[in-house]
């Protein structure tokens, strides 16, 4: 056994943790001028440039420690006044090294870990000199953790990425999170940061957004970040600059905070996952601790966590995102890809405009827009300009680029302003001869080597582009609602669809920051698929009984972003409708139309909830009725087992070439929960797909 580190009560060896990518600590010094002194000057490193970021592990952490033990011991001598922690370009540190977290097996090496990187972290606020944290690219957890250690934080204006993502894949901020930011910027503050961003689909911080926070006591330009840095870290030293700290949050305040958070995490997982209300309690309780309680505390519910099916599961789904989801399976070589410099989109209605909008920020090409009058024109143009406006109004955008985008999005009655376009995708309704009359009118206009694209959300694609005298480049491209929210991208492969199409139509989505999956053309494809399938035995209970309220919270123990009547409101009743019947022509041995989902939309009625969300009297009306009903669990059981059916089913079909790819699709494209992992491994978890199918997906 070699140890690499023996502090008290932190004894690590080599043979509890594999090789990793060390993450160094490498220390200069820096003359700060007159009346401020000499930092010493910590810039972390993993000898790898931007796209491998820093991340902490054993190792990492042992090399910061080692560096410390030299800073300490001339901090003692007086040769140094200041301490300083900064990343290489664009990255401070992306949090802790997540496949050695995963190799923690016993409670005791959870224990480790957490001890480990407190005890090292902890170590910049306790030198007896001042300590600066230069945030000068992304910073999450661990990355942000390490920052909160120390005294004073700058902050790059230009941070893409600050977070503290930790709830989102099954576990609790465990370096310092939960003690030291509700006490930097306040419990509400904190609890937004720690639960409700992470909760929401890991939303980040930039860094603007969190200098406003408090996180950071300043915040300068990308251009000259380090050297006002270190300019203002000298001012604080020379006390030029003053730094004042807000009194810690009354009492009541805390608890309102805490309340708000808990009532947000139920309305996300009806309490279907442990991480984030340890993080509350956390958060809770850190207003009374002392550090040593906080941090202890901390260690506890890491180390239980770490051994956690729902750790398990969100590194599971966090590969998928972060390495499947950047090489999708089945593509062509990307050197087949098109250039795109024009984009055409048909149809000017809400889709539309939201995929002008995506493209125009995205690839930064001109985006014109087309429809059947000015008036739905103008509305499509309007809408994006009006969203690029309150971008502007945000602070989000300068005024020159609010112009240039606007310029980029442009509108005509007239086809004929694709004539020199390359990526030309309709979304117009979804009826196929509909679909089938514009391409053919496309095909006139465009230059032969232009792809068409289609949003259908469910149509043949290959049927689309069969009566085209080049039906090679007809290719699916469906996005999800709300297009700036959803990262997934199904891109659908019909008959004739060649190499090349496919090629562009996944470079367009790179360039669109999507995640692409390529799916073959199948009836609703995989999502849309899939979710009819999950809300069609939902809503067949309720056709035979089962009361609203009992079908509507069925899949609460799931976590599930949205309930399934919530999520019908989302998609549309009349949309859900045509999607079922196309199912239900496809598959009618397993989907049906629901006669109370075609009553409901014969009402005419859009939602199913009022707008304080109770609901609406005429729909509970139109949903009542039956003879048979059903309980919560056993509608959930029904729903699951067609799920993993249908799964079995596509998988057959070569919908798509792997479990993963089923995996990522309800990940990005349905909000399946990280902390239930993909779904194939929960079905195999719980014995639905070997009972259903016979055998685990995973097998």
């Known amino acids: 056994m070699t140890i690499i580190h023996n502090g008290p009560g932190l004894l690590v060896s080599e043979d509890d943790f594999p090789d990793e990518v060390v993450t160094r600590a490498i220390v200069r010094d820096v003359d700060l001028g007159p009346g401020a002194g000499l930092m010493a000057l910590i810039t972390l490193d993993n000898g790898h440039d931007h796209t491998k970021p820093n991340t902490f592990g054993v190792r990492g952490l042992v090399s910061l420690d080692a560096a410390l033990d030299g800073i300490a011991a001339r901090a003692a001598r007086g040769e140094i006044a200041a301490v300083g922690v900064t990343g290489k370009p664009f990255i401070l540190a992306a949090g802790a090294d997540l496949d050695g977290a995963a190799l923690a097996d016993t409670r005791e090496k959870g224990l480790r870990i957490g001890r480990l990187g407190h005890a090292v972290f902890r170590r910049l606020g306790e030198l007896g000199i001042p300590s600066f944290a230069f945030i000068n690219g992304v910073a999450l957890g661990g990355g942000l953790e390490i920052a909160l250690h120390c005294d004073y934080r700058t902050i790059s204006s230009g941070v893409p990425m600050v977070a503290m993502p930790e709830c989102f894949l099954g576990l609790v901020p465990g370096w310092g999170g939960t003690y030291l930011l509700p006490r930097l910027i306040g419990p509400s503050a904190a609890l937004t940061v720690i639960i409700e961003n992470s909760l929401s689909q890991n939303k ?52 309102s905070a805490v309340a708000a958070a808990r009532f947000f995490a139920d309305g996300k997982l009806h309490g279907a996952a442990p991480a984030p209300y340890r993080a509350i309690d956390l958060v809770a309780a850190a207003r009374a601790r002392t550090r040593d309680e906080g941090f202890a505390a901390e260690d506890e519910a890491l180390a239980d966590l770490l051994l956690s099916d729902e750790l398990r599961a969100g590194l599971y789904a966090f590969d998928l995102v972060q390495k499947r989801a950047k090489r999708p399976a089945g593509a062509p070589e990307a050197s087949l890809a098109r250039p795109v410099t024009k984009v055409g989109i048909v149809g000017a209605g809400l889709m539309a405009a939201q995929i002008a909008l995506l493209f125009a920020r995205r690839l930064q090409a001109p985006v014109v827009l087309t429809d059947l009058d000015q008036a739905r024109v103008d509305s499509g143009v309007g809408y994006a300009h009006a969203e690029i406006d309150k971008q502007l109004s945000r602070g989000r955008l300068s005024a020159d680029a609010a112009n240039r985008q606007k310029a980029l999005i442009t509108g005509s009655v007239s086809k004929d302003e694709f004539a020199d376009a390359d990526f030309v995708i309709e979304a117009v309704f979804e009826e196929l001869a509909v679909k089938q009359r514009v391409f053919a009118e496309l095909e006139a206009i465009v230059r032969p080597d232009c792809v068409l694209a289609t949003n259908t959300s469910s149509l043949s694609v290959t049927a689309m582009a069969a009566g085209l005298a080049h039906p090679q480049r007809v290719v699916g491209f469906h996005f999800f609602n709300p297009v700036a929210v959803l990262p997934l991208v199904e891109v659908v492969r019909g008959a004739a669809t060649d190499d090349a199409a496919v090629a562009t139509a996944l470079a367009v989505g790179r360039q669109a920051k999507k995640n692409c999956v390529i799916v073959a053309d199948r009836p609703a494809f995989v999502v ?18 089962t009361p609203f309220e009992v079908a509507e919270h069925a899949a609460d123990p799931l976590g599930l972003p949205m309930t399934p009547f919530l999520l019908l409101q989302l998609v549309g009743p009349a949309i859900a409708l045509h999607v079922a019947q196309t199912m239900a022509a496809a598959f009618p041995d397993r989907f049906s139309v629901s006669p109370k989902l075609r009553a409901l939309v014969e009402s005419g009625k859009t939602s199913v909830y009022r707008p304080d969300f109770t609901l609406d009297p005429e729909v509970a009306s139109a949903l009542a009725g039956g003879d048979n009903p059903s309980t919560g669990p056993e509608v959930l059981a029904r729903a699951l087992e067609g799920l993993a059916q249908e799964i079995r089913i596509m998988l057959d079909e070569g919908v798509v070439a792997a479990p993963q790819d089923i995996d990522l699709c309800m990940i990005l494209g349905a909000g399946w929960p990280f902390h ?16 259903v199918t016979g055998a685990p997906f995973g097998r």
């Open 204 to 255: 980040m911080l930039r860094g603007p957004e969190a200098f406003s926070l408090g996180i950071a006591d300043a915040m300068f330009e990308p251009a000259d970040f380090l050297e006002e840095s270190l300019r203002w870290a000298a001012g604080v030293l020379s006390g030029s600059v003053t730094v004042s700290r807000a009194d810690l949050a009354p009492e009541a305040e805390w608890s």
């Open 528 to 545: 849309n698929r899939l979710l009819t399938r999950f809300l069609g035995e939902i809503t067949r209970a309720v056709d035979e009984g």
């Open 676 to 691: 239930l992992g993909g779904i194939t491994p929960y079905l195999d978890r719980t014995g639905i797909a070997a009972k």
